[in-house]
């Protein structure tokens, strides 16, 4: 795991020149590699390669990077891991590669030198990030992995392209500050993070999962897809036919034992996060069933009620006879984080679990240098509650006549969703939903509304993000488009397949990526193996969801190792109280960024709109937080990038 950055298009500045540039926007990222440092130039073709190491595999010199391959036509500066190295390794070893070392660098590096850069890609189970200058055809390839679990920047002029593993080189490559952009930042107060391609300046770019991106000498370039998610649904169902239950189980836990053990290899120490989730607790019981000695296991949790699942993951940890450490949250931790998330996250970046992904990533690097995660299981077995809730109340709503869902619309707002929360204390804890009646007020909205609508509603922290924004026409993509894929079968599973194409990369692993990176922590996501994905896609939906219970067949595989009664609750998600701390011990830091006067000099945002929210979340009329924190998160960002 590392940071890489570089640039090539402009020939004729010295070595020296080029090496001290690129040396700087290398050390921008230095907490991504803290071990060691490089840098590769060829100045008459003007291009230039940085790398700075965290070291985990082969922690000597052998892994140093740039590295060359052994003909010394190819250079490689590499951000991930390839988890089966080993057998690639053996497959060059036949066709006569001789390793100097044993780091996965150099298997990646010597693969693309016999296959070619797509073929290797496709050869490969890991997370990758990596820039290939081959000297001969005075190319340079910008490459990144099927799922977007490592993050790439570019920016190409049209006479220079520049990038890097964060925003930061980029901009220590730049004359000037480029503009904004303002229809991602439209995206962004959407969504709470800007999709890939775009990002926060105009003319920067984030490649997307899956991609090859080649530029030439000229400035030429061409993109090609190695992976994508329409082949490898289309490839999974192809002759697909009825399994039963047990040997899906049995297969599903197999390949994640493989998923799982292939990530545990490190020559560095190594532990998991453990939320007491259906997702983490399934790694840790898999990396607990492979390992001799006790795993370390990593949690957080609040003092809030509705927020603490430390309580849970502690069961679990005892349960499986992990070596646990756990740190409780307060208000003063998030307060000592939030100054920090704008450098950490480049771009205006809102999803509020940021704080607790930090706080356990830094409680983990203490102890470890590497740490599984759970992330991905539910875009693949269908666990989040929108799945459930749009498959079974699309359903049951279109059904239902167009007066009478309005009436239940008007109804279900006639008291405050405090007041519903309070309510729902008469539901039993075993079926009652976490924020009730947040959750009911969304229902609200949706009901009068085509599926395609309520799901993009479902994901929206603005709905009409018009209402807060000044300028800027906000970009398509897959959730605007109306027409299904005839491969994808139901609501849910275009849910899933949205999910996976935005969220997934431009929310989860964003966050865990820069989180993790930001104390030189390696996070490594099992559940995201190719292999798995693929199998995952091949299921049919009652293997997902069965009788209301999401992720069906992956609990089964967790129920070989854990008791059921330690898992089945209602899902809780990885929240924070951000609503109660907005009120609270936050309200001073929320004032000053959301005062008129703050609001105004941005010139982004629409003063009353923001206002109003605030009032009203400050009385307890609504709970506001998801957008507001949107707005204090641009900002707060603002404050730092812009005002210097």
């Not at 290939?132 to 390839?141: G, I, K, V």
């Not at 849970?312 to 740190?327: F, I, K, P, Y």
């Not at 008469?426 to 947040?438: D, K, W």
Request: charged content about 20%.
């Amino acid at each position: 795991m590392c940071g890489i950055a570089g640039f090539f298009g402009r020939p004729g500045a010295s070595t020296e020149t080029s090496e001290a540039r690129v040396r700087a926007m290398s050390d921008t990222i230095a907490h991504r590699g803290p071990d060691s440092h490089g840098t590769w130039v060829d100045a008459p073709a003007g291009v230039a390669l940085g790398h700075r190491r965290l070291a985990i595999v082969d922690l000597s010199a052998t892994g140093h990077q740039p590295m060359h391959s052994a003909s010394g036509r190819y250079v490689l500066t590499y951000n991930g891991e390839i988890y089966n190295a080993d057998v690639i390794r053996k497959e060059l070893g036949g066709a006569g590669y001789v390793m100097r070392g044993s780091s996965d660098t150099e298997v990646l590096l010597n693969a693309c030198a016999e296959w070619g850069v797509e073929a290797a890609c496709q050869r490969m189970i890991g997370m990758f990030a990596f820039a290939l200058w081959d000297r001969e055809l005075q190319t340079l390839s910008l490459v990144r992995d099927r799922l977007g679990i490592k993050p790439l920047y570019y920016a190409h002029d049209g006479n220079e392209l520049v990038f890097g593993s964060e925003l930061k080189p980029l901009m220590r490559a730049f004359k000037q500050t480029p503009a904004l952009d303002a229809g991602a930042l439209r995206a962004f107060m959407r969504h709470g993070y800007i999709p890939a391609p775009y990002s926060v300046f105009e003319g920067v770019r984030k490649l997307k999962p899956g991609m090859i991106l080649t530029f030439d000498a000229a400035g030429n370039s061409t993109e090609t897809a190695f992976w994508t998610l329409d082949d490898a649904i289309r490839t999974a169902r192809e002759g697909r036919g009825p399994v039963d239950d047990a040997s899906r189980i049995e297969q599903l836990h197999d390949l994640l034992l493989d998923a799982v053990g292939r990530r545990m290899v490190a020559d560095v120490p190594l532990g998991a996060f453990l939320s007491g989730g259906v997702d983490s607790s399934t790694v840790v019981a898999l990396m607990q069933a492979q390992s001799s000695r006790p795993v370390k296991t990593f949690s957080i949790g609040f003092s809030e009620s509705g927020y603490d699942e430390a309580q849970h993951a502690s069961a679990v940890a005892r349960h499986l006879g992990t070596d646990h450490t756990e740190l409780y949250v307060e208000p003063k931790h998030a307060f000592d984080v939030i100054p920090n998330l704008a450098q950490m996250y480049d771009e205006p970046f809102a999803d509020s679990s940021q704080l607790p992904t930090f706080l356990v990533s830094e409680l983990t690097r203490k102890h470890v240098t590497v740490s599984l995660s759970g992330d991905g299981g539910d875009e693949l077995f269908a666990g989040y509650n929108r799945y459930t809730m749009g498959g079974s109340l699309l359903g049951a709503i279109g059904r239902v006549p167009m007066p009478a869902r309005r009436l239940a619309a008007w109804g279900a707002r006639r008291l405050s969703p405090r007041t519903w929360t309070r309510l729902s204390r008469l539901i039993p804890a075993s079926h009652r939903p976490p924020q009730f009646g947040n959750k009911l007020y969304k229902l609200a909205d949706f009901v009068t509304c085509s599926p395609h609508t309520v799901y993009r509603r479902l994901v929206s922290q603005w709905d009409d993000p018009s209402e807060v924004m000044l300028s800027g026409t906000e970009p398509g993509g897959v959730l605007w488009d109306d027409a299904r894929p005839a491969w994808l079968k139901g609501e849910v599973e275009w849910m899933q397949y949205a999910d996976t194409l935005t969220y997934l990369p431009d929310d989860i692993l964003t966050k865990v990526d820069r989180a993790s990176m930001a104390v030189a922590l390696e996070a490594r996501v099992p559940l995201l193996d190719h292999r798995v994905v693929e199998f995952a896609w091949a299921l049919p939906m009652h293997q997902k969801i069965r009788n209301g219970q999401t992720k069906w067949l992956l609990r089964e595989v967790l129920h070989k190792h854990v008791p059921r009664a330690l898992i089945e609750r209602p899902k809780m998600g990885f929240g924070v109280p951000i609503d109660h701390w907005l009120r609270g011990p936050l309200r001073d830091w929320a004032e000053a960024l959301l005062s008129p006067s703050a609001l105004a000099n941005s010139g982004l945002l629409n003063v009353a709109t923001v206002r109003n929210r605030w009032q009203e979340h400050l009385s307890g009329g609504r709970d506001w937080h998801y957008p507001l924190w949107n707005v204090l998160m641009l900002q707060a960002w603002r404050e730092q990038w812009m005002t210097a």
